[in-house]
């Protein structure tokens, strides 16, 4: 996979001379591909509409609480998620998304090998994950190289800095500037992402 992206943060530099030396900024950024899908999974709902700092406290007192396993964070309980910092909402859906892995732990496991568009069709219909958070699932943990998300926040504050003069860019000129990067979106965002020295945050 790092050679992969390697060529691909060549080939970018080459296509988009900002995106370029946005690269030459950061330096090359490396990424795998992850197995554990609840894991990725209960990050990015912990992640939702909160700063990074936010979720990565929630996130880190639900590993405290639970452990990650399935069994126990499908039964959490209401007092249990207010001490975590989850709302009675997040709890709701990181629940349901644990039950569909106590009933079944491999019930996700054939991901990798569908579309793109079957990943977001199949994980929008578990109650909590929308579009973005199965966007994130797909260049984060998936590590698929071609994908864009023109509804996070982050991708709009840093492609306005980069292509708008710090003026916000509307959804189809986001989109027009990230064709140009086909078939590596994936690794200019992560690029975008890091010069903001931010994780992805979803438009509310």
């Known amino acids: 996979m790092d050679e992969k992206i390697k060529k691909a943060e060549k080939q970018l530099s080459t296509a988009d001379t900002v995106l370029g030396q946005l690269i030459v900024t950061n330096g090359h950024i490396s990424h795998a591909v992850r197995t554990d899908y609840f894991y990725s999974l209960c990050r990015s709902i912990v992640g939702q509409q909160v700063s990074v700092a936010a979720a990565t406290t929630i996130f880190s007192r639900l590993q405290d609480v639970s452990g990650l396993e399935p069994a126990r964070v499908a039964v959490l309980t209401d007092e249990q998620a207010k001490a975590i910092g989850l709302s009675r909402q997040k709890k709701g859906y990181i629940t349901d998304l644990a039950a569909h892995f106590v009933q079944n732990p491999a019930v996700y496991d054939h991901l990798n090998s569908l579309s793109d568009e079957d990943v977001i069709k199949e994980l929008c219909a578990v109650k909590g994950i929308g579009v973005w958070t199965t966007q994130m699932f797909i260049m984060f943990t998936l590590?698929?190289?071609d994908v864009f998300a023109p509804g996070d926040i982050g991708l709009q504050r840093a492609?306005?800095?980069?292509?708008g003069d710090g003026n916000p860019i509307n959804t189809a000129g986001l989109i027009t500037i990230a064709d140009g990067w086909r078939p590596y979106r994936t690794v200019a965002c992560?690029?975008?992402?890091?010069?903001?020295?931010?994780?992805?945050?979803?438009?509310?």
């Open 143 to 145: 590590c698929r190289l």
């Open 190 to 204: 992560w690029h975008l992402w890091r010069s903001l020295n931010n994780e992805p945050i979803k438009k509310i």
């Open 159 to 163: 492609m306005a800095r980069l292509y």
